[in-house]
């Protein structure tokens, strides 16, 4: 081999000249499972510190992302795989912490959810700049793919999943919605919000933006009651998260169309009549897949996503197929 194409090869197997085309999952883990690949993965396994740091809390949500990533890191432990977990509550300085830590730990990965690029950009930066793969989970599309040593995005585009809410609110007859922002600094939650408006309209959705709402449910309650109180136009319900939507029902006006995005308890309340739907974005595959990805790349130099984020739903939960969700959701998965 002429030391030119030697050289075209070692330009290619670099973090942004890497793309794994066809079945990710199942192609990946076939090469993982290959002779050569085995060696190769005994040779490098005992390095694979991978590090999730998330703005998360232990709620229903985050409970069932945690879930994956365990499962991931069991499965992979043979493979000398270590995780480590930070859950920052919205607790920016926590998770910068986290994220330093990984570093000075010797992180391989890091995959953190972004929900304020600018509070993560100084950390991630000089973790790129050490060499560590970033993959961003949950919330953060767009917001660090410079990085060279950025991987892929793992979740749902908010805004169409903003626009499937939407649709759900247009098709049941919505005629003015009234939706609540729980965390007033994350760009995702905004996302959703304008998806919402690109199918309802402007005029039809007034936004309600209630910082850390589920740290302080009754005064949430309060401030819902009094927006259906003082807007009699008012017929539809949208909360961005179950901890939220689910306790104010009880305060919404009888017959108010109610939706909410995530699980949670969201099921039962569908099946009970209560709530029209539920936004699934299947956060146990945003926990699960980032621990893999980051094994395929670290023993097979495979990546995903060429360039585009690898989504995870977004699902409608509704009526008619809440039933075998619930059975799923008992195992803590969905």
Not at 40 to 46: C, D, F, G, L, T
Request: proline letters at 4%; charged letters at 20%.
């Amino acid at each position: 081999m002429s030391n030119e194409l030697l050289d075209e090869e070692v330009t290619q197997l670099t973090r942004r000249g890497l793309f794994l085309k066809g079945g990710v999952a199942a192609a990946g883990l076939t090469v993982l499972g290959s002779p050569a690949g085995a060696a190769y993965a005994a040779s490098r396994a005992s390095t694979i510190k991978v590090a999730v740091v998330t703005h998360g809390d232990t709620g229903s949500f985050w409970s069932v992302f945690k879930k994956g990533v365990d499962q991931a890191a069991k499965d992979l432990k043979s493979r000398g795989v270590s995780v480590s977990q930070v859950y920052a509550d919205n607790n920016v300085p926590k998770q910068v912490a986290g994220i330093n830590a990984a570093v000075a730990a010797g992180a391989k990965v890091i995959a953190t959810s972004v929900p304020d690029a600018s509070a993560l950009k100084d950390p991630l930066r000089k973790a790129s700049a050490k060499g560590i793969e970033i993959i961003t989970v949950n919330s953060g599309l767009g917001a660090f793919d410079t990085l060279p040593t950025y991987e892929v995005h793992v979740g749902q585009t908010e805004d169409i999943a903003g626009q499937g809410a939407g649709k759900q609110f247009k098709k049941a007859g919505a005629k003015k919605l009234l939706l609540v922002i729980h965390e007033a600094s994350n760009s995702g939650l905004q996302q959703r919000a304008s998806g919402v408006k690109k199918i309802l309209g402007n005029s039809a959705v007034k936004v309600l933006t209630i910082p850390d709402a589920k740290k302080d449910i009754p005064g949430t309650k309060a401030k819902v009651k009094a927006a259906f109180n003082a807007d009699k136009k008012l017929d539809s319900f949208l909360g961005l998260d179950p901890d939220v939507t689910i306790p104010c029902l009880d305060v919404v006006p009888k017959g108010t169309k109610s939706g909410t995005f995530d699980v949670g308890g969201s099921i039962k309340e569908i099946r009970a009549g209560r709530m029209l739907f539920a936004i699934d974005q299947q956060q146990y595959l945003q926990g699960y897949l980032p621990v893999v990805f980051a094994v395929l790349y670290q023993t097979n130099l495979n990546t995903v996503g060429n360039g585009a984020p690898v989504l995870t739903g977004p699902g409608i939960i509704n009526k008619a197929n809440a039933a075998k969700v619930a059975a799923l959701a008992a195992k803590g998965t969905r």
